[in-house]
C-alpha cells in the first residue's frame, strides 16, 4: 500500500471496525535492537482495555524522557506483531512531517483514557 496515494472508498461500518482509542504513555524505552531507530511504549487506555506496549519509530521529534504522561491515539484490535523481540499490541498513529517523519496524533485537550474515536 502507497501510504501517499488515496484510499477509495469505504463503508462507515468498514470504519467502525478499526477500534481508534486514546491513551496515555505511561512508560517509555529505547529500542536499540530495532532495524530503524524506535521507542518502545506503554499505553495506558483505561480500565477496560488495561496497558498495552508498542513499539513507534519517533525519536526524530520526541525524547523518551517527554513521552509519560503524554496521550495518543492508537488502534488497538489489530491482532499483536511481533516487531523484532518485542511484541507490539497496538498501532500508535502518527502523520509524517514535511520529511517523512512521525508526528503524533493526541485530542487537544486532556480526555479520559480508552476513549474512542469517532
Known amino acids: 500500500?502507497?501510504?501517499?496515494?488515496?484510499?477509495?472508498?469505504?463503508?462507515?461500518?468498514?470504519f467502525m471496525k478499526v477500534d481508534i482509542?486514546?491513551?496515555?504513555?505511561?512508560?517509555?524505552?529505547?529500542?536499540p535492537e530495532a532495524?530503524?531507530?524506535a521507542i518502545k511504549l506503554w499505553i495506558d487506555f483505561g480500565p477496560e482495555l488495561g496497558i498495552r506496549k508498542t513499539s513507534a519509530q519517533i525519536t526524530r521529534h520526541y525524547a523518551i524522557e517527554t513521552l509519560p504522561?503524554?496521550?495518543?491515539?492508537?488502534v488497538?484490535?489489530?491482532?499483536?506483531?511481533?516487531?523484532g523481540k518485542f511484541m507490539s499490541e497496538v498501532l500508535t498513529l502518527g502523520v509524517p512531517d514535511a520529511d517523512g517523519e512521525v508526528v503524533l496524533l493526541q485530542p487537544g485537550h486532556g480526555v479520559p483514557n480508552g476513549g474512542r474515536l469517532y
Open 35 to 37: 532495524r530503524k531507530p
Open 1 to 14: 500500500m502507497d501510504a501517499k496515494a488515496p484510499s477509495g472508498p469505504i463503508s462507515f461500518d468498514d
Open 76 to 83: 488497538v484490535n489489530f491482532p499483536p506483531r511481533q516487531i
Open 21 to 31: 482509542r486514546v491513551g496515555t504513555i505511561i512508560e517509555a524505552a529505547p529500542y
Open 69 to 74: 504522561g503524554r496521550q495518543v491515539l492508537a
